[in-house]
């Protein structure tokens, strides 16, 4: 019985900083949407990391690309959260959006950890079902 009570404390420690990791990684895309949705693309740029911060070069340039690469992040009509998974090494956060007309499309978004938390290191997109 104590031998099946400290696999279960072990198992369950382990599985409360993959928690938490996927919480964390949740409320910065959530928090992004958020933004986005209220205009607020200071708030939206401040989740991207370095290197997209490097390529747009500020707010409204990187709001700009959202708006018209990916209305469907930019104003969905649902947001549902897939699994957080490892992918050679990398850590990629699936959600799916469904758009104002109602096509469904699957987000990949690759995550990393810096000095300030998490942040979105890119998103690939794709119509949910296409190529599967």
Do not use: C, H
Not at 19 to 30: D, H, L, P, W, Y
Not at 73 to 91: C, E, H, M, N, Q
Request: charged share 20%.
């Amino acid at each position: 019985m104590i031998r099946l009570l400290i696999t279960l404390s072990f198992i369950v420690g382990l599985s409360l900083p993959a928690r938490a990791q996927s919480e964390a990684i949740t409320g910065v895309i959530s928090s992004q949407i958020e933004a986005f949705q209220t205009g607020d693309l200071e708030r939206a740029f401040s989740y991207a990391s370095p290197a997209i911060k490097g390529i747009f070069g500020n707010p409204e340039r990187f709001g700009v690309m959202v708006q018209r690469g990916y209305p469907m992040v930019w104003r969905p009509a649902d947001v549902r959260f897939g699994p957080l998974k490892s992918i050679a090494g990398r850590t990629v956060q699936t959600v799916f959006f469904t758009d104002q007309g109602g096509r469904v499309f699957e987000a990949s978004y690759e995550m990393i950890e810096t000095e300030n938390g998490w942040q979105i290191n890119g998103v690939s997109l794709r119509e949910a079902g296409a190529g599967a």
